[in-house]
């Protein structure tokens, strides 16, 4: 990739006027018309090729990322009273039917907001903390904060068991522990900084650090393991041998924010090698695109979705690139942003119909040709397409300014 | 498919002979060679493409399921040592380590047998009163019928609300029920009946007949659905739009081995008219075999596995195709099963390592190449290959009887 100032800047621009349009002109528009429950209130997520709601339970995830992403836009990019009334519009449904007695966000919803399953998934309440920070930003009322710092505290107390009484491991035997709540907690400590404080934010950061990049790490692979003893030792098992590519390189571009944040060079260097080495192991060499889930020592995974190729794995891949590209100038990111890109942007997004498949099988085809689901909302896409939008243009100021110092 | 009668004399014999060749030569020694573990007792189940272990857990669905083949083989095939020796293998570990204090079967256990997955899924239970009442057939020891007799009546408690303490569903708004109990507690209560007696297998019998036939029958489609509300009527939901073509060709041998036992014939063709209906439904039009699951409205389903060929599915569409032919007489049943043996027998089997596949993806390729897992063990394909081998000789018994009778 050596290309004239010129060229590079003009290609810079492209690339960022289509994931700025691709944001601002489809995705966002496509859950805007298609996913607000107009009578009940919160948001359908189940949304076919063409946006008809096919199914209309409300999963928690789901309405906590949909309200962090109109929030996130409304106070990052434009004020659009459209933005932020559809952000309102699935908070006032959170606030009404969303938790227990106790405080607990369940994991689903009916139509009409009658709790279907119980509180059982921590992660639930990381997306509500997450979608109600954001919202205190773009409107301040207390409510929101006090929502959002109670549901934090009670994320922190449920650490240690997030499962809870629907815990089914037997204590003792084999205590595992799972990448993915520091990898979330990561993330959500940084996006709720105004309302948890330096402090808070500096002792979290450290610990969780600590746990991404030293206990989940493998030394032997260079990878993350997706779950380890309590001690942080290698369990040779199903849950232990698994890799999940998607997860590590999203979970390195929340480390590399933190990285920015404390101004840690290393640290920085450290996520883009260890981003590179996971594209490396997770990219099919038959067919393209980044796998699902593989076994560290190669045997066959539990996951028989093992070989399908995800949007969000791709979404955040792409995001991973661009962050490292821009904080390390390292030339490797942006030859493996461009073969992703490639691949991306000819299999997901579905011009015809607006926004991304999210399933696709080994050989890059529609496996289902839903727009939304149970666990595919307005998030990952919209989320990276601004990611990448803002780092091209953070790159393309970058770059520019390195060619006028040299003149 | 009108054949000579000595034509199809000699064309039945050769199936036979082919499924009980892979039953005895084949599948039988690959789990004899390399699922027993001499150290700590029970079953290895995690067995690669040549019969390697590589994972050592002990899921508990499969360690019943051997105990019983192995119990089964002894009592209805040969009375050979190693096969009781086999069985006996099994039940001395699941006596020593199978159970919590109140006599419920865990999930799973390490190999040393301490447990690993709290006792959450009653399926383990069935299993292990499966085994233990084939092993008191095969070995009439009071223990092994009094195990079995003790966790069929737990089975029985537990009905309503099979996951107890880990059920997830908030109470009362959704309430639906699975098709998987009575579907298992129609060949559960029928291999039991020399534990239970006939007045306990004739009333539980009625029941779980009413149950398949008419409560999970979905009359408009001319399917059987996985969930149905309590009162048996259709839910719009993932769950009660789900059909698992496999499950439904499953029980139907099962409700019509019940019906041979009544003397049913109206229900014999009942359950035909139903597989030859969800045969139609289920094959895959493009590439061959049976789907795994469907969405009854044709909505994307939530599974990600949806399109894949799975081993258990086209085993136990081969037997119900086989006996609903030996009772019926329908020519279309031996058109379905020739046309699924050639699927089956090209894409499943591997003769040059022994044993089938487990996991196909949807063009037939192999996606895992494990013999064994999880939830793959020593049942389904030796079951199959024994149930198809009896029904085909019957088959050519009564054909031969018939064809005397015209002479």
Redesign the interface.
């Known amino acids: 990739m050596l290309l004239l100032p010129g060229m590079k800047a003009k290609q810079l621009q492209q690339y960022s006027h289509l994931y700025k349009s691709n944001l601002l002109n489809d995705v966002i528009p496509f859950w805007l018309n298609n996913s607000l429950d107009k009578e009940y209130g919160g948001y359908f997520t189940c949304l076919?090729k063409t946006g008809n709601v096919?199914?209309t339970?409300k999963f928690m995830w789901l309405q906590g990322r949909q309200l962090w992403m109109f929030s996130m836009l409304y106070t990052n990019v434009e004020q659009k009273q459209e933005w932020l009334d559809a952000a309102l519009h699935g908070a006032d449904f959170l606030i009404k039917h969303g938790r227990d007695a106790e405080g607990n966000w369940?994991?689903s919803l009916?139509r009409e907001g009658?709790?279907?399953?119980?509180p059982?998934n921590i992660f639930s309440d990381c997306f509500a903390a997450l979608g109600f920070s954001a919202l205190y930003k773009a409107k301040p009322e207390q409510l929101y904060a006090d929502i959002a710092a109670a549901t934090f505290n009670k994320i922190l107390r449920r650490r240690d068991n997030p499962k809870g009484?629907?815990n089914?491991?037997?204590p003792g035997?084999?205590p595992l522990k799972n990448f993915s709540l520091p990898m979330i907690l990561c993330n959500l400590s940084l996006e709720m900084e105004h309302l948890l404080g330096k402090e808070t934010v500096d002792a979290l950061t450290r610990e969780i650090i600590h746990e991404v990049m030293e206990v989940f790490y493998h030394p032997e692979s260079g990878l993350i393991l997706e779950n380890v003893y309590q001690n942080g030792s290698f369990c040779?098992?199903?849950e232990g041998r698994l890799v999940n590519p998607g997860h590590v390189l999203e979970a390195m571009w929340f480390i590399a924010d933190q990285a920015v944040r404390l101004n840690d060079q290393p640290l920085i260097h450290q996520t883009k090698e260890i981003a590179l080495r996971v594209l490396e192991y997770g990219w099919d060499k038959e067919h393209g695109g980044i796998l699902y889930f593989k076994d560290i020592?190669g045997?066959?995974?539990?996951q028989?979705?093992?070989?399908?190729k995800l949007w969000w794995v791709h979404a955040e891949a792409l995001v991973c690139l661009l962050k490292a590209y821009l904080h390390t100038g390292d030339e490797r990111c942006w030859e493996w942003f461009e073969k992703l890109h490639e691949y991306t942007w000819k299999h997901f997004p579905d011009p015809e119909n607006g926004e991304w498949y999210g399933?696709l099988?080994?050989e890059g085809k529609p496996?289902?040709?839903?727009k939304g689901?149970?666990w595919k909302g307005c998030f990952h896409v919209p989320r990276a397409l601004y990611q990448c939008w803002m780092t091209l243009d953070a790159i393309l100021e970058k770059e520019t300014n390195l060619t006028l110092q040299e003149k």
């Open positions: 076919d096919f199914d339970d369940y994991f009916n009658q709790p279907l399953v119980q059982y009484i629907y089914k491991a037997f035997t084999r040779d098992s199903f020592k045997h066959p995974t539990q028989l979705e093992w070989d399908q399933y099988n080994r496996l289902l040709t839903l689901g149970k």
